[in-house]
């Protein structure tokens, strides 16, 4: 697995980015932009996504970092209840149901991958560092 320098360079990151801008493309028209506890709510698990990313990175060590992961894998998640739900209201078509689906699976496939990564990695991180 490739290292990186900020929390933009992961791979998890880029696909719960690509995941909310979906989101918010799907959220912002028609009857889902009027159901606002689905739309907030949808929002608001992409968004922690991307955000749990960044903190656990940020907190300089791995054990915080797979904490953090497990939440950021947890919305991801969340997020595909939530798609299901606005298929079945008629919000968004089959396309932007597998479009979103496919990318929030995607996105808990890279988190799953990176926690496997840290968990087996004897790197605990730079607040270890002495």
């Given amino acids: 697995m490739a290292s990186f320098q900020k929390f933009t360079d992961i791979d998890a990151w880029q696909a719960a980015r690509e995941l909310t801008t979906l ?3 799907a959220t912002k028209s028609g009857e889902f932009s009027r159901d606002f506890a689905l739309r907030d709510q949808i929002r608001r698990a992409s968004i922690s996504i991307m955000a749990n990313i ?15 992961l497990a939440v950021a894998k947890g919305s991801a998640c969340e997020v595909s209840s939530h798609v299901y739900v606005a298929l079945d209201q008629g919000y968004i078509s089959q396309p932007e149901f597998e479009r979103l689906i496919d990318v929030a699976e995607k996105t808990v496939n890279l988190i799953g991958g990176l926690m496997k990564y840290l968990q087996q990695s004897t790197i605990k991180g730079a607040k270890y560092k002495r």
């Fill in 54 to 68: 960044a903190e656990g990175f940020g907190r300089s060590g791995s054990g915080e970092f797979i904490q953090f």
């Fill in 23 to 25: 989101t918010y493309v």
